[in-house]
C-alpha cells in the first residue's frame, strides 16, 4: 500500500481528500512542511547552487584589505614586510585580514574586530606580501559580516568574517584577479 502526504500550511479539508482517493489503494496522511523536509531522500534532492563563479581556498599569505578610498596606495614592489605593513597601516584600513576563499564574483576573509573609522568611500585591495601581488581599488558590496565562533575562549579578540561581491571589476583587474586565482589558491572540492 502506498502512503500519499500532503502539506498542511493551512488546514486542508482532510475528508475530501480522504473521498476522492478512497478508491485507491493508498494511506493518506497529513504532514507539516518541516516534517516533509525530514521525509525527502537527502542523497536525492540537493540545494540549488546560487554561485555563478567557482570558489576557491586561498593559500595562507593572501590579504584582503578594506580602506577608504582616498586613502594612499600601498606599495609593495621592492618593499620589505616591514614596509609593506608600514604602508597598510598608514592606509586607515577599516578592516583588514586573511582570506579564506575567493571566486572571480567575490571573496570572503577573517578579520579581528576593530572600531570602524571611515564613512566615506570604501575600496577593497587584496595583497601577498611575499611575493610582491597587490590589485587594488576593488569596488565592492557586502553580502554578509558575522561573528565567528572559535570555540575558544582565550582572549578577548573576536574573529568575524566578512564576504563581499565585486562590483564589475574593470578588464585589468579582471586579468589580474584571473592571475591571482590560477597562482595563490587551490580548487575546493
Known amino acids: ?43 536525492r534532492v540537493k540545494g540549488v547552487e546560487k554561485r555563478t563563479h567557482k570558489r576557491f581556498q586561498v593559500n595562507n599569505d593572501a590579504f584582503a584589505l578594506i580602506r577608504p578610498a582616498a586613502a594612499e596606495q600601498i606599495r609593495v ?20 585580514g586573511r582570506i579564506d576563499d575567493i571566486s572571480l564574483g567575490g571573496l570572503s576573509f577573517s578579520y579581528i574586530t576593530g572600531e570602524e573609522r571611515s564613512s566615506q568611500s570604501l575600496v577593497l585591495d587584496i ?26 575562549a582565550i582572549n578577548s579578540f573576536k574573529m568575524r568574517l566578512n564576504r563581499v561581491q565585486f562590483k564589475k571589476p574593470e578588464p585589468a583587474a579582471m586579468m589580474k584577479l584571473k ?9 575546493r572540492a
Open 1 to 43: 500500500m502506498d502512503k500519499i502526504y500532503f502539506v498542511e500550511d493551512s488546514q486542508p479539508d482532510r475528508m475530501n481528500y480522504v473521498n476522492e482517493l478512497s478508491g485507491f489503494n493508498h494511506d493518506i496522511a497529513s504532514v507539516s512542511r518541516s516534517l516533509l523536509m525530514e521525509l525527502m531522500d537527502k542523497n
Open 77 to 96: 614592489t621592492d618593499r620589505s614586510m616591514a614596509e609593506i605593513a608600514c604602508s597598510v597601516y598608514r592606509s586607515k584600513p577599516v578592516r583588514f
Open 127 to 152: 595583497l601577498v606580501a611575499g611575493s610582491g601581488f597587490y590589485l587594488d581599488n576593488l569596488t565592492f558590496k557586502n553580502i554578509a559580516d558575522f561573528e565567528m565562533d572559535d570555540g575558544f
Open 179 to 187: 592571475h591571482f586565482v590560477e597562482n595563490y589558491s587551490v580548487s
